[in-house]
């Protein structure tokens, strides 16, 4: 096992910290912006196994990876979710493991989670209304979801976020409705424009499109939003609301494009190191993992080689097309 640390640097100088390891492509929900209706999952041989997964987070942080994302599709539908996070948690050298997740499972595992080491939590939410969060999601689970962002409040998180992308005609009225949601919890709440991966027959994504500075105009109405410095190591844009704890992000691929300071890599749930999310080159690191089990350098060799083909970034145009064929569950979000 390889000792060293190291620090990954792509040929334009940016320095990459962060990992989001998608655990599965599966999902208890279809949401409308990320899945067609019917899916084909991959057969779970194609999935890197919890060993896999956990040697490549071990690769990464020999790489100066500080933090690993756990995402899906749905993370918590896959079986030892609990036991990788632990293992994630104890390796030395990194500084935080977290999750981003639909909610749903969330009574079962908060306590759990909390005490295998998670730090912080994201949690995606569209709307407060059932009818309407049914049709968004396509399953009629919002009282699951609401009692699972209840059971994190409660078992302590250092950080709880809540996810929502804003689509015209869908959601963007109850803006308001989910940053009071989030304020009276005390936790933050980051906006998402819709992303162009997939092909989606629900709706017109380019009738749909709803820009973060729409979105930031409808908070206003009633909050006060002072520009923020603040960081998660995410992409969201951060606003603060004088008096209250939570804040309120954006997360704006299409009108604040943030590529010239992504510190991110993705590897999907059948182990393709994804360079970025606009883009289609990969890698294929699951051939590695089996090709030379317990080889960590060239699984370390082979990343750091891949990073110096890293994409500048992407650029979504505003068309209804699907610029990326994979969706969302597959890359992981
Ligand atoms: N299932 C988990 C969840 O929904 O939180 C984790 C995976 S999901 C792919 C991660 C995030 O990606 C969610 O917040 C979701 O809203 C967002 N997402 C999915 N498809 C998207 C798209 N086409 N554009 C923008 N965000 C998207
Ligand atoms: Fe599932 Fe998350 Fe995609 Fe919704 S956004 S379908 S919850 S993976």
């Known amino acids: ?13 940016r320095k990459i910290d962060y990992v989001r390891l998608s655990v599965t492509d599966r999902c208890d929900f279809r949401c409308v912006y990320c899945m067609a209706e019917e899916m084909n999952f991959l057969p779970r041989a194609q999935l890197l196994s ?8 071990q690769s990464f942080v020999n790489l100066g990876v500080k933090k690993i994302r756990l995402t899906g599709g749905e993370p918590l539908v896959r079986r030892g ?24 499972q969330l009574s079962k595992f908060a306590m759990p ?18 009818g309407r969060f ?26 709880i976020k809540i996810n929502s992308v804003v689509m015209r005609g869908h959601n963007d009225d109850e803006v308001l409705a989910l940053v009071d949601y989030a304020q009276q919890r005390d936790i933050d709440i980051s906006f998402i424009e819709e992303m162009p991966l997939g092909q989606v027959t629900s709706h017109n994504r380019k009738h749909a499109y709803c820009s973060s500075d729409d979105v930031r105009q409808l908070v206003e109405k009633a909050y006060t939003l002072l520009s923020s410095t603040d960081t998660t190591g995410g992409p ?15 997360i704006s691929p299409h009108s604040h494009n943030f590529c010239d300071s992504c510190n991110r890599l993705r590897v999907t749930a059948e182990g393709r190191l994804v360079l970025c999310l606009g883009q289609e080159n990969s890698v294929d ?19 750091s080689e891949a990073i110096m083909h890293r994409p500048e970034g992407h650029q979504f145009a505003q068309d209804d097309a699907p610029q990326i064929l994979r969706f969302m569950n597959m890359t992981g979000g």
């Not at 919890?50 to 987070?57: P, R, T």
């Not at 690191?285 to 990343?303: D, F």
């Open 134 to 159: 049914a049709r968004m999601t396509r399953r009629d689970m919002l009282p699951q979801v609401l009692a699972g962002i209840d059971a994190v409040v409660d078992a302590g998180f250092k950080r």
């Open 236 to 250: 969201s844009r951060y606003y603060r609301i004088p008096e209250r704890k939570g804040r309120v992000g954006f």
């Open 113 to 130: 989670l909390q005490r295998a080491g998670l730090k912080r939590i994201n949690i995606s939410l569209d709307s407060l209304v059932p």
């Open 81 to 104: 979710i609990v036991e990788l996070v632990e293992s994630l948690s104890a390796l030395p050298g990194l500084d935080e493991v977290t999750l981003t997740t639909n909610g749903s």
């Open 285 to 303: 690191l699951r051939a590695l993992l089996r090709r030379y089990p317990g080889e960590q350098t060239r699984i370390e060799n082979a990343i």
């Open 1 to 13: 096992m390889s000792q060293t640390q190291k620090t990954l640097v792509d040929s334009f100088g």
């Open 50 to 57: 919890l060993e896999e997964l956990a040697s490549l987070g």
